[in-house]
């Protein structure tokens, strides 16, 4: 005889069944109870850097007024940003940037999009206000939580009012330098960094006041266009009037020789006669009108039309004194080079667009030459000097001290403690040293290059703002339309841009309307477990 197994004996298997879900939960409850240490002793290795970072508050330059950002340096150790105007530092405010994995790559970037309100596409619709981005691929700088530590998946999270101040201070082309150690611009003076051209400021405002001077006659000419239509308008009105009245009356003049030839009597033939001489007086006297009426206006025609006429030729002289203008206000905007030790080339861009490429020598190159920028803060004079300053990039090992470089094994504690150098007894000697000796480097870096005549005569003339940029590094995938120059240092961590590699024929990945509703999101989710 066979049994069905489901009512044979089914206290056993209930006992079974029960001890399982009891197993179970035993083990559900000791994996939370070891998450929870976890997050506890991960908390205890971040609470040193959490309470450092707590006691740094953004930072405002003080005893000047700060002029407008030339650049932004972004240090991965020391986890703060540091905005820089022609005279120095104006900002400071730590920052948040990638975590392990999703490092933010240390390298030379520009803001090349701005969005005030602003929703990650990738990361559960993250609300990313502020946001400046960097790269089309999705690294940006923007308001964010700082939770003391690197957290973000390749953004740099800075303060929410420190990042909406900056968002309403900066302006397309701001450089972004993202330095895996603590850097900061350096004063130099070298034959090779070219001069602004003797004179630009003085043509550029004589070709913007001829622009206005033009438009000021063009909005004349248009004005007295319009006197002159409207005195020709008022001018047509008694020629319109007697014509319509002298075709009125040659109506009537019609209407009476009709009836003077169909007359059967002599009283309705001389009522006819008398009606058609009447109205073949009326027709002279209006026709009379009308001619010195026509006399009056036709002045009034001739002068509508050389008013338009001038019009026509001050609109065009407006159009012309405008794109004069606009092209020696192009040619005053600042200029991007850069050269590759790498592909052994020149670049150079202006206002996001390539301009020129050529061939450059570079003595030595088989020898490492660096990562330098050098910047033309300001006009020191009226006739084209500039005043430079370099900014050095290294693997995070500064010349003269020891620092641990970012990207490195470490504590994952050390990672934000600040730069410790290896006298710190003598910390000014050896800060003077470091400062020594990266202008050194890159003072020999631009003895090793040498440009082609004809190409320096193409860049003369190099406004404020303009950067040249020496590198070991090609240029990054990541330079392309509507970006300046976009430079990686390969010796650093890059996952947070490795994570987010735009595809073929993608331009801008991340622009979105702002209209747009929020994805859902769990409410388990980390809170910072979505940039």
Known sequence: ??????????????????????????????????????????????????????????????????????????????????????????????????????????GIFSV??????????????????????????GIALHGGALPGYPASHGCVRMPFDFAERLFDATRLGLRVIVAPSDVEPVAIAHPALLLSKPGAGAFAAARAAEAEEAAR???????????????????????????????????????????????????????????????????AELQAQWAAAKAELQPKLDALAAAREAAAVAEKAQAAAAEAARQVARELEPVSMLISRKTQRLYVRQAFE?????????????????????????????????????????????????VEPYGRARRSGDRDAEPMLTDPNNAKIVDAKIVDAKIVDAKTALDRIV???????????????????????????????????????????????????????IEFPYARARDRQPFWRSPFAGPFSTW
């Open 112 to 137: 090349i999009q701005k969005e005030a309100e602003h929703y990650s596409n990738l990361y559960d619709d993250a609300y990313m206000p502020d946001m400046q981005r960097i790269t089309w691929s």
């Open 217 to 283: 006659k063009a909005d004349q000419a248009r004005l007295a266009a319009g006197t002159a239509f409207r005195e020709a308008a008022r001018a047509m009105v008694p020629v319109r009037a007697a014509e319509n009245l002298k075709l009125r009356v040659e109506t009537q003049l019609a209407a009476a020789e009709t009836a003077l030839g169909a007359a059967s009597s002599a009283e309705a033939k001389a009522q006819a006669e008398d009606a058609k001489a009447k109205a073949v007086a009326l027709i």
């Open 354 to 402: 390539p301009i020129l490429e050529s061939p450059v020598t570079i003595l030595d190159a088989d020898r490492p030459i660096g990562t330098h920028i050098f910047t033309a803060m300001e006009r020191t004079d009226g006739d084209g000097n500039n005043r430079w300053s370099v900014v050095s990039l290294d693997d995070g090992r500064p010349h003269g001290g020891t």
């Open 1 to 106: 005889m066979r049994y069905d197994a489901r009512f044979v004996n089914p206290k056993p298997k209930q006992r079974w069944l029960e001890q399982t879900w009891l197993e179970q939960m035993w083990r559900r409850s000791a994996h939370l109870v070891i998450a929870a240490l976890a997050a506890l002793i991960a908390t205890g290795d971040h609470a040193g850097a959490r309470g450092n970072r707590s006691e740094r508050t953004v930072e405002v330059i003080e005893q000047r007024t700060a002029g407008e950002p030339v650049m932004a340096i972004v240090s991965l150790h020391s986890q703060r940003i540091t905005v820089y105007d022609a005279q120095g530092w104006i900002l400071r405010a730590p920052v948040s940037s990638g975590q392990k994995g999703r490092e933010t790559p240390a």
């Open 451 to 505: 440009i082609p005549q004809e190409v320096l005569d193409r860049i003369a003339g190099i406004a404020p703002r303009s950067s040249l940029i020496i590198t070991d590094e090609a240029l990054s995938a990541e330079t392309g339309k509507g970006t300046d120059f976009v430079v990686l240092l390969s010796g650093e961590p890059q996952g947070g841009i490795k994570m987010r590699q735009r595809g073929p024929g």
